[in-house]
Every structure is written in structure tokens, then in C-alpha cells.
């Protein structure tokens, strides 16, 4: 391990610890690397970086978080929560299993958590308080929630690995829609059982023709999983063509219900804006700290170290899982 290798792991674990957001310890770390090995190569790798945030599948990014965004501006996750509390808002958990299974199907429009906690989570938060429920528990439901967005398509850091690995991304999202199914009803299935003590008991269930009117309410903006997940799965638009077709049925949906005027929607795009920069910097900063990982041949490394610990696929799996978790105990996603 050379000194340049060492300082650099050193740096970004220390930077870490003192709480400095990823894509800075990330950036920091790999500069400090490129500065004490070889300087001269500082213009071919910023040129490598630069040019894999130029690959068009990174373009579905901003499309799907825009998406999101002018949803929630728009009211459109009312009624996606409205119609989750019509179903089971009666059952044991009330509001905490409308929590859940109003961001399945949120997911299924966005594919990001930013969405689903910034717009479903206002909603929720402020839903489950007003009934009783403890704040805490309240948060922990939403953010626990909120992950399935990034795990059922459409799903942005799905998107980011299929470009970084070379996989497909439709088998990535058809492999992401039974693990987001599983997450949700596990949690469901736990707030079932723990309903009895974090808060208070179900609301009255809706009559039929109340649940159809919901379902009425929430119709189209349901159809957009459909839309989006469906073309992309069936081959007849790209990610990046969906994100741009979720965007457009967003805005059509907002002038069907005609609840977004103009000064929201500029608000909208400006709140997307400032949500896909952070992601766009943290991919461009683990790029390069991949690469330096790569370099120095960490990855065989470990390969080394995992095959003589274990030889049985299933743990290798386990293991790497186990390594994932901890590492997305003090990393954001897309760092990790």
C-alpha cells in the first residue's frame, strides 16, 4: 500500500467522520491521491469524469426528479394518499399503513426518495401527528417508507448502476418490482403488530362508493407507473424517454386539475434543479474515486479476501450485504 494510497483512505474516513457531505469527502480524498502520485495525470481523469456525465442514460435523472417535483407541487400526491387511506387507513396501524402503501405506488411514478419523502412525507408527517401518533414514530415509518422508492422502477440509482456496470436496465427493474413489494409488506406486516402501541386506533373504514370515488380521484396519476415502468420494460422508450414522458404527463395532469399556476411551476423546476445537482456531483466525485479504487487493484483484493473466507455464493452475497449496510449507515446511496 503506498503512502499516496493510504493518505487517501485515510482522508476520506476522517472527512467523514466530521460529518462533511460525501461528495466533498469523495472529491477531496481522490484529489489528494492524484496530487501525491502522479499530478500529470489530473487532465485525462477530470476528462473521463466529465464524459461519463455526458452519457445520455444520466439525462433520465433530472427528468424523473422534475417529475416528482411538479407532482407534489401539484397536489397529485393528495390524491394517491387519499386513495391509500381508503383502503386501508381502517386497518390495524391506520395512517401508518397508508404511510406505506401510498409510496408504493408513489414509487412507481418517481423512482426516487427525494420524492417520496419531500412530497408524501409532508403529507404523512403532518397526517399521522394530527391523529396521534408520535412524532418519531411518525418519521420513521416515512423514511423507512421512502426507500422503496429508489428499489421499484422507475428508479434513478438503478439507472446510475446500469450505466457505471454495463447492465441492463430493464432487468434491473424487473428485479427491483418483487424486492419493493417484499419491503412494503414487511413493513405493513410490522406496524400491524406494533400498531397497539405507537398510536391510536384505525379510522372508520369508507363506504364502497367513497373508495370509488377516490380511486376515481388518483386514477390517472396511478396510470403513470404504467406508463412510464410499462413503455420502458416493453422496449418502446428509453429510461431517458420516460423520464421526459413523466414530466409531460405531470404537467397534463396538472392542467387537467388545473391546481399548479405558473409561479408554482417555476418553483417546481427550480426545487428539481437544486435536487439533481447534489446527485450529478456525487456521481461525478465516485467516478473518480472508483477509479482510484480500481488502480490499485482493491477489487481483486477482496475477491482474494471473500474467496478464502468463504466459497459458497450465497454468503459471498450475504457478505457484500452486510458490508452495503454499513457502509449505507454513514454514506449516502449513490456515494456508496
Given at each position: ?8 483512505i485515510?482522508?476520506f474516513?476522517?472527512?467523514l ?6 461528495a ?9 491521491y492524484?496530487?501525491l ?7 485525462i481523469?477530470?476528462?473521463r ?14 427528468f424523473?426528479i422534475?417529475?416528482?417535483?411538479l407532482?407534489?407541487t ?12 381508503s ?6 396501524g ?5 404511510n ?10 418517481t ?11 409532508r403529507?404523512e408527517?403532518h ?5 396521534g ?7 420513521a ?11 421499484i ?7 446510475i ?9 430493464v ?12 419491503i ?6 410490522y ?21 370509488g ?15 412510464v415502468?410499462g413503455g420502458?420494460?416493453?422496449g418502446?422508450?428509453?429510461p ?9 404527463y ?10 399548479m ?8 423546476f427550480?426545487?428539481a ?9 456525487i456521481?461525478s ?8 479504487i ?5 477489487p ?14 450465497i454468503?459471498?452475497?450475504?457478505l457484500?450485504?452486510i ?13 456508496a
Amino acid at each position: 500500500m503506498t503512502i499516496a494510497f493510504s493518505l487517501f483512505i485515510l482522508s476520506f474516513f476522517v472527512l467523514l467522520a466530521i460529518g462533511i457531505p460525501i461528495a466533498f469527502c469523495l472529491g477531496f480524498a481522490s484529489m489528494i491521491y492524484l496530487i501525491l502520485s502522479d499530478a500529470a495525470n489530473l487532465a485525462i481523469i477530470f476528462g473521463r469524469t466529465q464524459g461519463v456525465l455526458q452519457s445520455y442514460l444520466y439525462t433520465a435523472i433530472p427528468f424523473f426528479i422534475l417529475a416528482s417535483s411538479l407532482m407534489n407541487t401539484a397536489g397529485i400526491t393528495n390524491r394517491i394518499f387519499n386513495f391509500a387511506n381508503s383502503l386501508v387507513g381502517h386497518v390495524r396501524g391506520g395512517l401508518a399503513q397508508v404511510n406505506v402503501l401510498a409510496s408504493i405506488i408513489f414509487s412507481g411514478m418517481t423512482g426516487t426518495v427525494i420524492g417520496d419523502a419531500a412530497g408524501l412525507g409532508r403529507i404523512e408527517i403532518h397526517a399521522m401527528r394530527k391523529a396521534g401518533y408520535r412524532p418519531a414514530f411518525a418519521g420513521a415509518v416515512t423514511v423507512s417508507s421512502a426507500v422503496i422508492g429508489p428499489i421499484i422502477p422507475p428508479s434513478m440509482i438503478m439507472i446510475i448502476y446500469a450505466e457505471l456496470a454495463e447492465v441492463s436496465i430493464v432487468d434491473l427493474f424487473l428485479g427491483g418490482i418483487i424486492p419493493g413489494l417484499l419491503i412494503g409488506s414487511v413493513l405493513m406486516v410490522y406496524i400491524y403488530f406494533a400498531a397497539h402501541r405507537v398510536g391510536p386506533k384505525p379510522i372508520k373504514p369508507y363506504t364502497w362508493p367513497e373508495r370509488g370515488r377516490a380511486f376515481s380521484n388518483s386514477l390517472l396519476p396511478a396510470l403513470s407507473p404504467v406508463i412510464v415502468v410499462g413503455g420502458i420494460i416493453s422496449g418502446i422508450i428509453t429510461p431517458t424517454e420516460a423520464g421526459l414522458i413523466a414530466v409531460l404527463y405531470a404537467l397534463l395532469l396538472a392542467g387537467i386539475y388545473r391546481s399548479m399556476s405558473l409561479k408554482q411551476m417555476v418553483l417546481a423546476f427550480r426545487e428539481a434543479a437544486l435536487a439533481t445537482a447534489m446527485p450529478l456531483f456525487i456521481i461525478s466525485t465516485a467516478i473518480l474515486f472508483s477509479w482510484i479504487i480500481t488502480v490499485e487493484q482493491v477489487p481483486g483484493f477482496l475477491v482474494g479476501v471473500l474467496g478464502g473466507i468463504v466459497d459458497n455464493w450465497i454468503l459471498t452475497i450475504l457478505l457484500i450485504n452486510i458490508v452495503l449496510l454499513l457502509m449505507g449507515m454513514i454514506m449516502e446511496g449513490i456515494g456508496a
